[in-house]
């Protein structure tokens, strides 16, 4: 009963013009997930962990597939991928280039050819994992779907300002790990940044911006 004072208390004070009137902590949770997956496109920025080290990711994905950024993955280096109707290029620095080159030995490049590939745009091969690896990170609806799937657990926290934007907390504690996420408490209630703990998986922890904004992927000219 605690919970459902302190949630009525917040909704109560969130005035008729806030997006999640009337709604319970998970329901604020499941319209937040679902105005998100409604964006036409989205900048994601995504922080996880690996074999290799810490995952850094930085991309704009629209639709239909449509997706560029970066893609850092601690020790085996950086990767620019571009996917673009329907087709995937990228631009790797020579440790990615080594990494790849090392996930299939009996194809392995020589130093010339990984200098020769160094920092150039090339159509990606249908079988090269560091490329799937990267267009993983191209589709915010599985990045929710870990969110989406213990929002049921989902807590209301406090209501603050970020970036002068006014922003709603939720926490959740379900079985084996926890979450945090902040939501728009005003226009459009997007999911502005989540971290997902889960037992037996790194933790992920992603930001949200530039909602149906143009995406500029399209094919290198320097190919």
């Known amino acids: 009963m605690?919970?459902?004072?302190a949630c009525d208390?917040?909704?109560e004070g969130s005035g008729p013009q806030s997006p999640f009137a009337g709604l319970t902590a998970p329901e604020v949770t499941d319209k937040a997930i679902a105005a998100t997956r409604a964006a036409t496109s989205v900048r994601l920025a995504v922080t996880t962990e690996s074999a290799d080290g810490?995952?850094?990711?930085f991309v704009a994905a629209g639709a239909r597939g449509a997706c560029t950024g970066t893609f850092s993955m601690g020790s085996a280096g950086t990767m620019e991928p571009i996917r673009a109707d329907g087709a995937v290029y990228t631009k790797s620095d020579e440790a990615?280039?080594?990494a790849a080159?090392?996930?299939s030995p009996g194809d392995a490049a020589d130093d010339a050819e990984v200098k020769k590939l160094t920092g150039r745009w090339v159509k990606a091969r249908p079988d090269d994992r560091?490329?799937?690896?990267s267009l993983r990170y191209c589709d915010p609806q599985r990045l929710l779907d870990r969110l989406a799937a213990t929002s049921g657990s989902a807590h209301m926290g406090a209501r603050v300002s970020a970036g002068g934007r006014p922003t709603l907390t939720l926490t959740g504690t379900p079985a084996g790990g926890s979450w945090t996420a902040s939501?728009?408490?005003?226009?459009t209630p997007y999911v502005l940044k989540m971290r997902v703990t889960d037992r037996g998986r790194p933790p992920l922890t992603v930001e949200f911006s530039?909602?149906?904004?143009?995406?500029p992927a399209k094919r290198p000219a320097a190919l």
């Open 2 to 5: 605690l919970g459902l004072t």
């Open 9 to 11: 208390a917040f909704l």
């Open 54 to 57: 810490s995952v850094q990711v």
């Open 96 to 98: 990615m280039l080594r």
């Open 101 to 103: 080159s090392a996930d």
């Open 130 to 133: 560091r490329t799937a690896e």
């Open 183 to 187: 939501v728009a408490a005003e226009g």
């Open 210 to 215: 530039a909602f149906g904004e143009p995406v």
